[in-house]
Each structure stands twice: as structure tokens, then as C-alpha cells.
């Protein structure tokens, strides 16, 4: 009997166990194909990566920096890097990380200072044609012309804010943004700072024409909203022509013209009025700039490349006879490998209502009002590493609007600083 249901039950577990194995198999073999999809998935994604790496990554460099033939900012230290691709398909990011020493001479009351920036910026791209960026950035969210932080206070933290969150759709020579992005227009720092993000929308179109290359660049920008008075804004477009006359030779030609119109002043501060006139507690003059920036470059050198920039603008608006700004800059050498030296001289006139002072330069006491001589110095002695050596020179141009400065005395300020890009 006992072997009768020994045999029993064996011949009972037997289709059990041969069930069991049949999905076991099954199972293996599902487990084998997804892997099989996977591994064709991974590939597809890291070889679309590196298609819209190499895609992007030139149009991103054009859009972030001048052309060589374009106007160079007074503090090369100051140009946007262009981001790193990472293992993450179509994310790049970049950033800086500067620390400055800087000496103010001034009769009676010397100053010297230490400050440091830190910048992280990341793109990503979410197909062939749109992509996204951010910023973030030390310095104080109410300045928009500085990413400085003052080391003191007793080693309070940093404030560090979102300096940058943009869309941007891009198709052949055509790019468009919106949100708060990048600064698209060529420039130098007498007109626009560097830290300066454009918010609003903006586009640039760039096309060959034969050996030239022509450059048009419009922008819609929201300076201040408010619901109890008219917004402030302003409308501005460029067009700039580059074209070689030789070989070694290259010259540019860029026109632009702004129009603000300032309603709305709810939103600025003493850092935003800075040395412009005001009446009633509002600018006096209008602002509707003309600028034209010219431009010769020679390259007969690879290490040497010589620049000539020359900036003028007219304020249309001005209420004042202070109304032109001009700034000149001979610079020769380059900042791009390892042992490369750049030195470049710069001079600048600016009267007190030529342009919007809440979007120029900071890099002395006045922003309007001002005569500069200035030189720079950087050098590169390894990869991603750069310091620069500046001194300004300056003083008030006219002693009607000098304020608290000596309205007759020259002034210096001189800069060291050391620089890591990411």
C-alpha cells in the first residue's frame, strides 16, 4: 500500500514540476530579449547624444562669444565658457569659479577688498531644435551687473540666486530665446556689462553672403512690470557685417539701435539709477540709443592676433548736452591654450545721460560721467586656468556731476585675479 501511494504521488508532481520548468524557461527567455532591447536602446540614445553634441556645441560657442573680428569685452576673464558635454545624453554643463583682489587708491581714503564668484550653468537639449538652460550665480539678486561676493561679515554665506532659466529653438542660422538667457548682442562693457542677463524674448539670425557674414539680432526686453502704471521695456536690433580683406585681414561693422521706454521705475534701486541724472525720483533724460562699433582684426600671427575696436553711441533722448560715449581698445594675443598671453589697452569717454547706467559696467566707481584709461594683462598657465591683471585709471569727466568723487583727481583702481573654468 505504501508503495502504491508513493508511486501515486510521484506521478502526481510530476506534469506539476514540468509546468514549473516550461515557465521557468519562458521567463529566461523574455528576461534575455529585454535585455537585448535594452542594450540596442542605450546604443541609439549615446549615438544621438553625440550627433546633437555636435550639433549644438558650435552654434551654442557663437551665441555665448564674440567672433574674432567682433568687439572684445575689457575683461576677457568675464566671457561666458561654453558647456561640457557629460555622460547624460544632450545635458551639458560649464561654469567658472574666479577669486579677485582689488586695491582702490584714493586720496585719503585707500581701500582694498576681496572678493570671489562662482558660476554653474547647465543646457540641455530636448530635441534637434529646442533646448533649455540655467544659470545659477553668487552675488546679490538686486545687482544685476555684478556676480561679486565682498569676503567679511563675519564668514556669512554667499547669496546665490538663479541668474539664468531660458528655452531657446534653434533651425539652420536662427535662434530664439525666451525667459532669462544669455546676452546676444555684440558689445563692450561701456554699453552692456558682462553679468547682464537679457530677459524677455530675443532672436539672432546669422547667414553667409560670399566671403562675409551677416549678423542680425532683435530683442523684446521686460525691464519693469507693474500693474498700477505703464511697464518698462525696451526694443532693440543689431546688424553687423564681418568680412575678410585678406588673408591676414578682417574687418567688422555692427549698428544697433535701442529704444527703452521707462515707465514704470517701481523696481529700481540707488544700484539701478546710479550716475544718471533724475528728476522727481525718475531718470531725466529718455534713453534711445545709437550705437555703431567698427572693428579691424589682423592674423598674421596665431599666437599675436592683433584687434582694433572702436565703440560710439549717441543718447537721441538725452535731456542734456552729455549724450555721446566713446570707447576705443587695442588688444593683441590670445587666452585660449596654455602659455598664451593677451595685453590689451583701453580707453573710454562716457558723459552722464550716453547710456543706461543700471546696464553698464562696474569695474570703477562711475558708470556715466567718466574718462577711463585702462590696461589688462592675462595670461594662461595651464588648461582652464587664467589670471588677469587690470588697472583702471580714471577720473569724473565733468566736475558738475562728480558727486562725492574729487572732481578733478585721477583715480586708480588695479585688479588681480584667478580664474578655474569648469
Do not use: C
Not at 576673464?77 to 561654453?82: E, G, K, L, T, Y
Request: hydrophobic share 45%.
Amino acid at each position: 500500500m505504501r508503495s502504491l501511494l508513493l508511486t501515486a504521488a510521484i506521478l502526481a508532481s510530476t506534469p506539476v514540476a514540468h509546468a514549473q520548468e516550461s515557465r521557468l524557461n519562458a521567463l529566461e527567455h523574455r528576461l534575455a530579449a529585454q535585455e537585448q532591447r535594452i542594450a540596442e536602446l542605450e546604443a541609439l540614445v549615446s549615438a544621438q547624444s553625440e550627433l546633437l553634441r555636435q550639433v549644438t556645441s558650435p552654434a551654442t560657442q557663437a551665441l555665448s562669444a564674440p567672433t574674432p573680428a567682433a568687439p572684445h569685452v575689457l575683461m576677457p576673464a568675464d566671457a561666458a565658457v561654453p558647456p561640457r558635454s557629460t555622460a547624460v545624453g544632450g545635458l551639458d554643463l560649464g561654469g567658472d569659479m574666479r577669486a579677485r583682489q582689488e586695491w582702490n587708491l584714493v586720496k585719503g581714503r585707500d581701500r582694498s577688498r576681496t572678493a570671489v564668484r562662482a558660476r554653474l550653468r547647465a543646457t540641455y537639449a530636448v530635441s534637434d531644435k529646442i533646448s533649455v538652460g540655467t544659470q545659477i550665480a553668487t552675488g546679490d539678486p538686486d545687482d544685476p551687473n555684478s556676480t561679486d561676493v565682498t569676503l567679511g561679515n563675519f564668514a556669512d554665506d554667499f547669496p546665490v540666486s538663479l541668474d539664468q532659466a531660458w528655452i531657446r529653438y534653434r533651425s539652420g542660422g536662427l535662434a530664439a530665446y525666451a525667459g532669462k538667457f544669455p546676452q546676444i548682442f555684440q558689445r563692450t562693457d561701456m554699453l552692456w556689462d558682462s553679468d547682464i542677463s537679457l530677459q524677455g524674448v530675443g532672436a539672432a539670425y546669422t547667414a553667409p553672403i560670399g566671403q562675409a557674414t551677416l549678423d542680425a539680432r532683435g530683442i523684446w526686453f521686460v525691464i519693469d512690470e507693474t500693474a498700477v502704471a505703464r511697464d518698462s521695456d525696451m526694443l532693440g536690433g543689431q546688424l553687423a557685417v564681418a568680412a575678410p580683406v585678406s588673408d591676414q585681414i578682417k574687418v567688422g561693422l555692427t549698428g544697433s539701435y535701442y529704444h527703452y521706454r521707462l515707465g514704470s521705475v517701481a523696481g529700481a534701486d540707488v544700484g539701478d539709477f546710479r550716475g544718471n541724472l533724475l528728476a522727481s525720483g525718475r531718470y531725466l533724460s529718455d534713453f534711445h540709443l545709437v550705437e555703431g562699433i567698427g572693428s579691424i582684426g589682423w592674423a598674421g600671427s596665431a599666437r599675436w592676433p592683433v584687434t582694433l575696436t572702436a565703440d560710439f553711441v549717441r543718447n537721441l533722448g538725452a535731456a542734456v548736452p552729455g549724450d555721446t560715449a566713446l570707447n576705443l581698445e587695442l588688444a593683441a594675443g590670445r587666452t585660449a591654450r596654455p602659455g598664451d598671453v593677451r595685453i590689451a589697452y583701453n580707453f573710454s569717454e562716457v558723459e552722464v545721460d550716453a547710456v543706461l547706467a543700471a546696464f553698464s559696467h562696474d569695474n570703477i566707481d562711475l558708470s556715466t560721467n567718466y574718462r577711463l584709461h585702462a590696461l589688462a594683462l592675462s595670461y594662461v598657465p595651464a588648461s582652464n586656468l587664467q589670471i588677469d591683471l587690470l588697472w583702471y585709471h580714471y577720473r569724473p569727466l565733468d566736475r558738475a556731476y562728480a558727486g562725492a568723487l574729487p572732481p578733478s583727481d585721477w583715480l586708480d583702481r588695479i585688479r588681480l585675479a584667478l580664474m578655474v573654468t569648469l
